[in-house]
Nanobody
Framework: QVQLQESGPGLVKPSQTLSLTCTVS??????????WSWIRQPPGKDLEWIGY???????SYGPSLKGRISISRDTSKNEITLDLRSVTPEDTAVYYC??????????????????WGQGIQVTVSS
């Protein structure tokens, strides 16, 4: 059973960098065909896919956050990190990490054979 757990600050000030960690158990980040996505849901809005890192280390980012987002991994700890720079109140959301298959890597919805973390609420406010 794959389990994912997000962690990080619940409150970030505008213009700062948000850093979140996703700790994975039950599967290696380098497992063939695995894609490790970050998805967020702002209050009152739909889920938004914001990026992934694949089993091979390939990265892809959503267009709305390109230039502000970085996703990295520590394979020794089986952890994925999301860094989002220059945050604004519009970045307030529940942030999820998820294990996806290749064809679902960028889909902003639950389904298929996904595994999701429980999510972490992040508020951007001064």
């Amino acid at each position: 059973q794959v389990q994912l757990q997000e962690s990080g600050p619940g409150l970030v000030k505008p213009s700062q960098t948000l850093s979140l960690t996703c700790t994975v158990s039950g599967e290696s980040l380098t497992s063939a065909g695995s894609y490790w996505s970050w998805i967020r849901q702002p209050p009152g809005k739909d889920l938004e896919w914001i990026g992934y890192i694949s089993h091979s280390g390939l990265r892809s980012y959503g267009p709305s956050l390109k230039g502000r987002i970085s996703i990295s991994r520590d394979t020794s700890k089986n952890e994925i990190t999301l860094d989002l720079r220059s945050v604004t109140p519009e970045d307030t959301a529940v942030y999820y990490c998820a294990r996806r298959s290749p064809i679902r890597a960028t889909i902003p919805a639950r389904g298929g054979d996904d595994y999701w973390g429980q999510g972490i609420q992040v508020t951007v406010s001064s």
